[in-house]
């Protein structure tokens, strides 16, 4: 099973990035997914997930409105677009997908813990210039 993750490299203030993760060796289309992102010198945070259906997204309050995340049931696929992009944005991004979270829960602490998650990709860099 592997996620490959891509779409990262650098960008101005503002500007915007699409990203994708690539799943194979198992079918995630019916499985939560997630971005996170880990900062220079930081630790590993929550960005964004959707639930199993796609019917229901979850943020972290930095990047509502800036970031949408959606998938591709058909390619086994999970995207980021991210907009409106700020310095504080630059971070190493990881998918992750998830056989834990269950088809009824709508908790965001369960789609925020990493914990919860039990495939991930190998990253991918995200640069914002000021």
């Known amino acids: 099973v592997q996620l490959q993750a891509s779409g990262g490299g650098l960008v101005q203030t503002g500007g915007s990035l699409r990203l994708s993760c690539a799943a194979s060796?198992?079918?995630?289309?019916?499985?939560?997914m997630g971005w996170f992102r880990q900062a220079p010198g930081k630790e590993r945070v929550f960005v964004a997930a959707l639930r199993w259906s796609g019917s229901n997204t979850y943020y972290t309050d930095s990047v509502k409105g800036r970031f949408t995340i959606s998938r591709d049931s058909a390619k086994n696929a999970v995207y980021l677009q991210m907009n409106s992009l700020k310095p504080e944005d630059t971070a190493v991004y990881y998918c992750a997908a998830s056989t834990h979270i269950g088809r009824l829960t709508y908790s965001i602490g369960d789609y925020g813990r990493q914990g919860s998650y039990d495939y991930w990709g190998q990253g991918t860099l995200v640069t914002v210039s000021s």
């Open positions: 060796g198992r079918d995630f289309s019916n499985n939560a």
